[in-house]
T-cell receptor
Framework: EAQVTQNPRYLITVTGKKLTVTCSQN?????MSWYRQDPGLGLRQIYY???????DKGDVPEGYKVSRKEKRNFPLILESPSPNQTSLYFC????????????FGNGTRLTVT | AQTVTQSQPEMSVQEAETVTLSCTYD???????LFWYKQPPSRQMILVIR??????QNATENRFSVNFQKAAKSFSLKISDSQLGDAAMYFC????????????????FGKGTHLIIQP
């Protein structure tokens, strides 16, 4: 089944403790992206990747890192999480950056205390 | 920069009735894509319908249809014969068609409309 898989679905952590949210897609998509969703703000892009080893900042990249060493994986790294990063995170992928619809993962609910 | 506005934070409709969710956007581009995504309580983001700006015909997917008014920069979603399973957050999204140069995917979301279905 074609899908975007995020793990974990729920994560509670403390300020400053490094964490990684994994994202994997099995559709051979070149383009992958991370969003965060906050009440009243919709979805905002954090980082995106056009292909392996090619990443770039979205609208809200501060406090986040990403890597794209393989086509299928695009982990989101929070080196020193802070409470303002408490949010719902989505990974998404598509064949091309703009010509095809995004396929979303099921989301990761992160709470930083 | 493009902006997407959903002016209705919440809408309520009786089961089996028709409801229209509004979306307006601002862009200087002539070619682009517009989407409606549904987010049920499970949090999954589900693509409902997609419209390409160069196509004059309004997109339709079963009970879901859009009213695309390019000159007015309006992209409303009509849900006919509303069902309890339609209850969700609905997000309107804009995506640039321009693949040239660097830059993000150009996907800009509205803030969402919470749709409630009254049984």
């Amino acid at each position: 089944e074609a899908q975007v898989t995020q793990n974990p679905r729920y994560l509670i952590t403390v300020t400053g403790k490094k964490l990684t949210v994994t994202c994997s897609q099995n559709m051979n998509h070149e383009y992958m992206s991370w969003y965060r969703q906050d009440p009243g703000l919709g979805l905002r892009q954090i980082y995106y990747s056009m292909n392996v080893e090619v990443t770039d900042k979205g609208d809200v990249p501060e406090g986040y890192k990403v890597s794209r060493k393989e086509k299928r994986n695009f982990p989101l790294i929070l080196e020193s999480p802070s409470p303002n990063q408490t949010s719902l995170y989505f990974c998404a992928s598509s064949f091309s950056p703009k010509r095809s619809p995004l396929h979303f993962g099921n989301g990761t609910r992160l709470t930083v205390t | 920069a493009q902006t997407v506005t959903q002016s209705q934070p919440e809408m309520s409709v009786q089961e089996a009735e028709t409801v229209t969710l509004s979306c307006t956007y601002d862009t200087s581009e002539s070619d682009y894509y517009l989407f409606w995504y549904k987010q049920p309580p499970s949090r999954q983001m589900i693509l409902v319908i997609r419209q390409e700006a160069y196509k004059q015909q309004n997109a339709t997917e079963n009970r879901f249809s859009v009213n695309f008014q390019k000159a007015a920069k309006s992209f409303s979603l009509k849900i006919s014969d509303s069902q309890l399973g339609d209850a969700a957050m609905y997000f309107c999204a804009y995506r640039s068609h321009d693949d040239s140069g660097g830059g993000a995917d150009g996907l800009t979301f509205g803030k969402g409309t919470h749709l409630i279905i009254q049984p």
